[in-house]
């Protein structure tokens, strides 16, 4: 396979810094990690954030290890059928961990392991999703970040009161009861999400909500920051972009040149873009020319984050960067099954603890996310939904050969049999 184009940083760069040149990325939003440097001048009318505003909580600490645990899984599972890809695996891990307060038994046991969870018990985990969601929206006023979440519940079907209290209380959510055969439905449902996401997210929902979807439980992120510092849209220019089958496109490169925090070794080169007042940065590793995109995005777990985004420098460097827009769509469930989050998907899942109906199980975790990056800063939002259907009757699709009988059904007389083996054309 034919490597991506990745410049060597000695030759390519002015002196006494460094040039990068990032023609195949991965790029993550973070929070600064301890060890991480900062930037040493602040940008004009913002504050830099050197900490956070309070202690962290054991059950936080874990709690965010169990989201960057899960991200890096779930990064895993979804590389493998992606060319592009754009996820939020904060969003999925708080619409899940809703959904784990209705869930029971091996079912609830899954989940937990699937998000990261350990041994945590319920109440810690949900108290530390509510304390996270406060961290992160209030952290750094030059950044928007909304997080919301919601239950949507077809009308009449029964609830228990538990499960609505743990997600009215922990995760914030808003919960409505929706007459699911009503076309305005779907339009309600995604209303809120295109509200929540400031209109990049649409139609999480279908226009026509399936007869067994018996509740939707949905979360919403939208992200907006300005870069620290920002790319000059006069130095953007086009520039070609070499793909890993050796073909290259035009894409507008942007151009950067300070001191920025900046590491490398012999699997990718990385540097850390900060927005705002530094809380929060999207970090950049491009892969030597020996490692492709996948084999790097597939090579990197939680625990080797931690060193990363710890191990950053200070350094005088160039940074090339492409402008783009793009939105993403994915089914989660294989990516979740191949994690160990088997039963929830088939007639094994126990939701017991979600309605007293029976026979409950989830359908779909769908992610819908968009995100646009350019010279002033970036844009992202998604939004996550988890589908909770009842079993229904027997399905039966005549669709092949088979067999019929018209009979009296009093003395049990057979008047015909017959056999459709290939039907006339209607």
Known sequence: MTRLDFPDPT???PAGGRRLLFTGLVTLLSLPAAGCGLLPTDPPGVDEITSLPRALS???????????????GLLAQANRASENLFLSPLSASMALGMTMNGAAGETWNQMRGVLGFGGLAEEEINAAYGSLLELLVDLDPSVETAIGNSVWTRQGFPVHADFLAAVRESFGAEVAELDFASPAAAGRINGWVDAATNGRIEDIVPTVIPADVVM??????????PWTFRF?????HTEPFHLDD???RSVPLMNLRRELPYQENDRFQAVDLPYGGS???MTVLLPRQDWSVDDLATSIDAMQWQDIAGSFRETDLEVFLPRFRMSYERKLNDDL????MVDAFDHRADLTRLSPVGGLWISSVKQKSWVDVNEEGTEAAAATAVTVVESAG????ADRPFLFFIRERLSGTILFVGKVASPPAG
């Open 58 to 72: 054991a059950a936080e600490v874990e709690v965010i290890g169990a989201s960057n645990h899960f991200a890096f």
């Open 246 to 248: 050796g073909s290259t």
């Open 337 to 340: 099954a191949a994690l160990g």
């Open 394 to 397: 027997p399905v039966v699709r």
């Open 216 to 225: 939707y439980l949905i979360n919403a992120i939208y992200f907006k920051a």
């Open 279 to 281: 809380a929060f940065s």
């Open 232 to 236: 000059d849209p006069s130095g953007t």
């Open 11 to 13: 030759r390519c760069a």
